[in-house]
């Protein structure tokens, strides 16, 4: 079955502990990409990749890494968490660009809390 | 930076009346695509709209892309409680690379 998939779906944690949520698609898609989800802020990108060791800023990078070492992952890297990143998180694929004729596929979420 | 506002942010209706939201980017688009989030899950992909003046429908939708391609519209007819959830438009960006959201709707329908 053609999906993403993420993990964990929740995860707790204290600020500064560092941490990673994983991201895998087994689509082949070229373009990866990391958002979070705010009410009232709707989805922000945070990091995108174009294709493998190719990855660029988003509009809210600031306290996130990622890396994009094999085609089918993208895991996203809090070094040091803070509250303010408590937040419903989601990877998303498509097969080219970012909305070059290709829609985007989600992972089901992963809901992380600072404290 | 680019910003995509949608509104209403919140639309309660009852079943069976009509729902629109309204998508209004800051700069043209190239394409638009629109998502629908339902409660407690992932945006899944509806439909994308290139052309200025592109009307689309499915079913009891229909998605309209602004002839200036800087505004889009979903309408949905005769809404039912599967309709419930919260629609998001998205525009490229940057070339394609980055993805700028709008803000979303949230619809909420009354049995």
């Known amino acids: 079955e053609a999906q993403v998939t993420q993990n964990p779906r929740y995860l707790i944690t204290v600020t500064g502990k560092k941490l990673t949520v994983t991201c895998s698609q087994n689509?082949?898609?070229?373009?990866m990409s990391w958002y979070r989800q705010d009410p009232g802020l709707g989805l922000r990108q945070i990091y995108y990749?174009?294709?493998?060791?190719?990855?660029d800023k988003g509009d809210v990078p600031e306290g996130y890494k990622v890396s994009r070492k094999e085609k089918r992952n993208f895991p996203l890297i809090l070094e040091s968490p803070s509250p303010n990143q408590t937040s419903l998180y989601f990877c998303?694929?498509?097969?080219?660009?970012?909305?070059?004729?290709?829609?985007?596929?989600f992972g089901n979420g992963t809901r992380l809390t600072v404290t | 930076g680019q910003q995509v506002m949608q509104i209403p942010q919140y639309q309660h209706v009852q079943e069976g009346e009509d729902f629109t939201t309204y998508c209004n980017s800051s700069?043209?688009?190239?394409?638009i695509q629109w998502y629908k989030q339902r409660p407690g899950g992932h945006p899944v992909f509806l439909i994308q709209?290139?052309?200025?003046?592109e009307v689309k429908k499915q079913k009891r939708l229909t998605f309209q892309f602004g002839e200036a391609k800087k505004n889009s519209s979903l309408h949905i007819t005769a809404t039912q409680t599967t309709d419930v959830g919260t629609y998001f438009c998205?525009?490229?960006?940057?070339?394609?690379?980055?993805?700028?959201f709008g803000t979303g709707t949230k619809l909420q329908v009354i049995p």
């Open positions: 998303a694929s498509s097969l080219k660009g970012g909305l070059f004729n290709s829609p985007l596929h």
């Open positions: 689509m082949n898609h070229e373009y």
């Open positions: 990749s174009m294709n493998v060791e190719v990855t």
């Open positions: 700069t043209t688009l190239s394409n």
């Open positions: 709209l290139v052309k200025s003046g």
């Open positions: 998205a525009g490229p960006t940057g070339g394609y690379q980055k993805v700028t």
